[in-house]
């Protein structure tokens, strides 16, 4: 709550900035990365989910944040335009989801409405053997137990950097195999059948997330290798598909993921880090495999954050970036 209500405030001074700064924006050849990882229908189903919140955004919030970046301009791409750099509109912008939840299939409609692509990022560890996300599990777990915000927060900060197996035993051995039972359709993953069906649609683009949602930076070489090949195998034998894009969990990368990634054939990676994407025609490959994303928020007026996206450097990107270490999945 304190950091929504301190980016808020932030949003609002960024839109007073001088209009002056607002032209010199739109000499910029900027490409725009937006991510969302959950979409509700209303704001009552966000709240009564009993799954970790997430942005909370609801179907209706996305459609204005389309509107809002259509009015400024922008043109919605997908992984292939961008790699095709020099094709890109001077103010391009690219809609993920992370993840792979089912409420995905809930933006399909606006997607067909409005022609605009979406790449989802899937980890297939949960739809092999159909089970929530291993922060669902905790949460709502942690939740029932008594725990308050700041220690399930604290607690989750701390496990996100351990292997998959070191948190599935910390859950299991507190709360039994159960704790990982799906729940509804709001904390389930998408199925197989959904995600073969996704994968012939032609706005949706399907981009590694790796096998189990690990965070890479923390593991061995062979624990990265294992989570990204996995993740690789799934998509070649079920999708027949190769993955050239991959979304690192909860954004946590360093060079020498990078380089691995770089390495095993990937083009495109994204992080969380709130900035824009410039000068693509002259990026190295450690670049392209370190794109920043803008965390959109349900919760949050979606004019004033769609305003302050829309500028190179605000107070909200650079409080998303100071504390771009706070748990996100």
């Known amino acids: 709550m304190m950091k ?51 942005e909370q955004m609801t179907v209706d919030k996305l459609r204005q944040f389309f509107d809002n970046f259509l009015e400024m301009g922008y043109t919605f791409v997908s992984p292939d335009e961008v790699l095709a750099v020099s094709h890109l509109p001077d103010k391009a912008v690219m809609l993920t989801f992370d993840d792979g939840y089912h409420n995905f299939v809930r933006v399909l409609p606006l997607l067909h409405e409005y022609q605009i692509p979406a790449t989802c990022f899937i980890c297939p560890g949960y739809i092999e053997a159909p089970k929530s996300f291993w922060w669902d599990a905790f949460y709502r777990n942690a939740r029932a137990s008594g725990a308050g915000d700041a220690s399930v927060s604290r607690q989750m900060g701390l496990l996100r950097k351990k292997s998959f197996d070191q948190i599935y035993r910390f859950i299991t051995d507190r709360w039994g195999k159960q704790a990982f039972d799906i729940t509804s359709d709001l904390d389930r993953p998408l199925t197989l059948q959904e995600l073969q069906y996704l994968a012939r649609e032609p706005l949706v683009f399907l981009g590694n997330h790796t096998f189990h949602h690990t965070a890479l930076p923390f593991q061995d070489e062979a624990t990265i290798r294992k989570e990204i090949c996995s993740a690789e195998a799934f998509f070649e034998q079920e999708l027949q598909q190769k993955p050239r894009v991959i979304s690192y969990p909860n954004g946590d990368y360093a060079d020498f993921v990078t380089t691995l990634c770089a390495d095993l054939g990937y083009e495109l990676g994204m992080t969380i880090d709130a900035r824009w994407n410039t000068d693509l025609e002259h990026a190295s490959s450690s670049q392209l495999l370190s794109l920043g994303r803008f965390m959109l928020s349900g919760r949050r007026d979606v004019k004033r954050q769609a305003k302050s996206i829309n500028l190179p450097s605000s107070i909200s990107s650079t409080i998303r970036r100071l504390k771009k270490h706070k748990y996100s999945v």
């Open 4 to 54: 929504s209500t301190i980016l808020s405030t932030a949003e609002r001074i960024d839109t007073l900035l001088p209009a002056s700064l607002g032209r010199q924006t739109n000499k910029l050849r900027r490409l725009v990365i937006l991510l969302v990882h959950s979409l509700y229908h209303h704001e009552n189903e966000a709240d009564n989910a009993g799954v970790y919140p997430h």
